[in-house]
């Protein structure tokens, strides 16, 4: 038995544990926001309480980047990848190679893509986008538009940044001939009605193809197929007006309507697309489904009388798929969609409060694990049992008022929520991590972070010169790492994860086991004597509070149980460090356990079990060692013996010798 070299192989395993996740980003840990392959807005391996590590602008002075939500920055195994136009005119692919420190690698920049229309505003930009990272080809999908304004998607090499292949599909770009120019609202440009507009790419790694919808307000759209391997158009398709029946209410009609589409998602069984319908000068929520080759299976239209104001409330800007079932929000209503079933289930969401400002596609998508669907709606986020989704499990809103503008979900119990709001200094950017699994909104850490996003390799320090400018929309994209980027529309972008332990600060608590309704006071004392500029604390009844530097907060628990308190400092830089402490709220200390009950405790069982196992181990090699040894000590007597009984031959033999020689001579 190879006791030695098996006890040094648990050893070493339990040490690798200890040291946490490996620093190296995951390609396949997050690649896209709008859509995907079973994409459902989880992540795994996040670290449960973030802080702010470090911060960064990843875009050179007078470069921007043409963002639309829920595309233009994804994570790669080479870093996290952009595409940054410099003044509008030239276009460089922007890695981000180390998301410690911000350092980038840049292609060579290039011409975009020039105009059709002299009179476009900002036409050299328009539809230039990073989409996907698709890992079987290591590459990189973006799209850009030609002259004519047209979408050409292309696959780039994540490692080398150099484009592999190019395509525009055939049929996009020709008018829909059973569709006459639409009137131009005052709202709409004249100088894009002509132009396609590309929001988002889905990448089905299944059949090795992605899958985009494209519109322009002309009232053409396309939904496209493409080969990943060469770039070659496997199919293209479009969703007819008549295809959008009420079917609780009436048909349409099969008058000129134009489709705009927001974002694909694939699912095992289909793609669902999801958009509003542009009906003389009105705009209405609506969703269609096609299976895997392009043929239209259903669709649906949001009924107008229940989204209140119409222009705010379309629906979700993409779906959340999990195995064969899309959910979405199309008006006022949450869908789960079948692609190869034509009606879908309908869940009425009741009224739905607006969010804070104009949002052309309504919201951003659900996120889904398991039974847990979690959606945005304007200022709140609700929680459905998707086994039972009616009434949902609770509806959290944000307190201040701000749109959410982001949801992941980190299983198996936790949600993190990024809402944004605009304020006279800029943005106002917050992180929620929530319980996912409680029967009640509880808030488990609220993080402020710094918008616009701060610079720790230079002077500027704090917020910069940029305040006006930060992106109103941020989006979080997880590196696998148990961290998390934040990354806005102007090219900021904020490091989250866990803080080292010495730098933690110290969470000092009254009474560790207060009584219902007894208050209790918690003072933080930071671990590296620096002052905190400002202080949070949630005590883990979804109750938090600001508190002041140097002063105690005050708090009473209503009900018994076991709490987490969280108390995050903020720095002077925008570094922020969290610490946690536990009460246990009762009225008494829980009793006193033996050694042997607190050995086998339901938090310790497995380890106990673990430390009897190896001992037992032990124990069995050294009963069979000794055994061993038992067993050669004894043969070795044998051996001697026999020695001596030899030596004792000779010896005899040897007299009989000398006897014989005498007698002979």
């Not at 979408?151 to 006459?180: C, H, K, N, Y």
């Not at 999990?322 to 079948?338: K, P, R, S």
């Not at 009474?511 to 208050?519: K, L, Q, S």
């Not at 933080?524 to 009844?541: C, F, H, I, K, M």
Request: charged share 20%; hydrophobic share 45%.
């Amino acid at each position: 038995m190879k006791v030695i070299p098996a006890l040094t192989a648990v050893l070493l395993a339990g040490l690798a544990a200890a040291q946490g996740p490996s620093a190296a980003i995951s390609p396949t840990a997050w690649t896209q926001l709008g859509g995907g392959p079973g994409h459902a807005g989880v992540a795994d391996g996040l670290a449960g309480t973030l802080d702010v590590l470090a911060a960064y602008s990843f875009v050179e002075p007078g470069e921007d980047l043409d963002n639309v939500f829920g595309n233009g920055v994804v994570v790669t195994p080479e870093g996290v990848a952009a595409l940054a136009v410099a003044e509008t005119e030239t276009c460089t692919f922007v890695l981000i190679s180390d998301v410690d420190t911000g350092a980038t690698r840049r292609g060579a920049p290039a011409p975009c893509p020039e105009a059709g229309d002299p009179q476009d505003l900002e036409p050299q930009t328009e539809g230039t986008l990073v989409h996907a990272y698709v890992p079987l080809h290591d590459l990189v999908v973006e799209t850009r538009l030609t002259k004519g304004d047209q979408p050409v998607f292309l696959g780039r090499s994540a490692a080398s940044g150099e484009v592999v292949w190019t395509v525009t599909p055939l049929q996009i770009g020709v008018p829909d001939a059973a569709r006459p120019p639409l009137p131009v609202d005052q709202w709409v440009l004249e100088d894009v009605v002509d132009m396609w507009i590309v929001d988002s790419v889905a990448v089905d790694p299944g059949r090795d193809r992605l899958v985009s919808a494209v519109s322009r307000l002309d009232g053409s759209h396309r939904i496209v197929s493409i080969w990943l391997a060469n770039g070659t158009v496997a199919w293209e398709s479009q969703v007819p007006s008549a295809a959008f029946l009420r079917p609780y209410v009436e048909a349409l009609g099969a008058k000129p309507a134009a489709f705009l589409v927001a974002a694909a998602t694939v699912t095992e069984t289909g793609i669902v697309v999801e958009g509003v319908l542009l009906d003389g000068g009105r705009l209405v929520g609506a969703a269609a489904w096609l299976t895997h080759d392009g043929d239209v299976v259903g669709a649906w239209l949001a009924d107008e009388a229940a989204t209140t104001p119409a222009y705010s409330i379309f629906g979700s800007y993409w779906s959340a798929a999990q195995g064969e079932t899309a959910a979405a929000v199309v008006g006022a209503e949450l869908l789960f969609i079948d692609p190869l079933v034509v009606q879908p289930r309908a869940v009425s969401l009741g009224p739905i409060e607006p969010p804070a400002s104009y949002a052309f596609f309504g919201f951003p998508g659900p996120a889904w694990w398991g039974e847990h669907l979690l959606v945005p709606l304007g200022r709140s986020v609700r929680s459905y049992d998707t086994s039972n989704p009616e009434p949902p499990r609770w509806t959290w809103t944000d307190p201040a008022g701000r749109n959410v503008a982001h949801v992941v979900i980190s299983p198996p119990s936790d949600a993190y929520v990024l809402t944004s709001r605009r304020t006279t200094g800029g943005n106002e950017t917050v992180l929620f991590r929530l319980d996912l699994t409680s029967d009640v909104p509880r808030v488990l850490q609220r993080l402020p972070l710094p918008t616009p996003a701060f610079s720790l390799n230079s002077p500027v320090g704090v917020l910069g010169a940029r305040s006006n400018d930060a992106a109103y929309w941020g989006q979080l994209l997880p590196l696998g790492d148990g961290r998390m980027l934040v990354a806005d529309e102007r090219g900021w972008a904020i490091l989250l994860g866990p803080t080292e332990p010495a730098k933690r600060p110290v969470v000092d608590v009254s009474n560790a086991y207060p009584a219902p309704g007894e208050g209790i006071s918690v003072a933080l004392q930071t671990a590296s004597g620096e002052a905190p500029r400002a202080l949070v604390l949630a005590w883990g009844d979804g109750a938090v509070d600001d508190v002041h530097v140097g002063e105690p907060a005050v708090h009473e628990y209503a009900l018994a149980g076991l709490y987490t308190i969280r108390g995050t400092a903020i720095y002077p830089d925008n570094r922020t460090a969290t610490s946690e402490a536990q009460v246990f709220v009762g009225g008494t200390p829980p009793p006193e356990l033996n050694f042997m009950q607190r050995a086998f405790a339901p938090d310790r069982a497995e380890t106990t079990w673990g430390i009897f196992g190896l001992v037992l181990t032990l124990a069995g090699a050294t009963v069979a060692l000794a055994e061993r040894r038992r067993r050669r000590g004894k043969l070795g007597e044998e051996i001697r013996v026999l020695e001596r009984v030899k030596e004792q031959v000779w010896r005899a033999f040897a007299v009989e010798l000398e006897e014989e020689v005498i007698l002979w001579s």
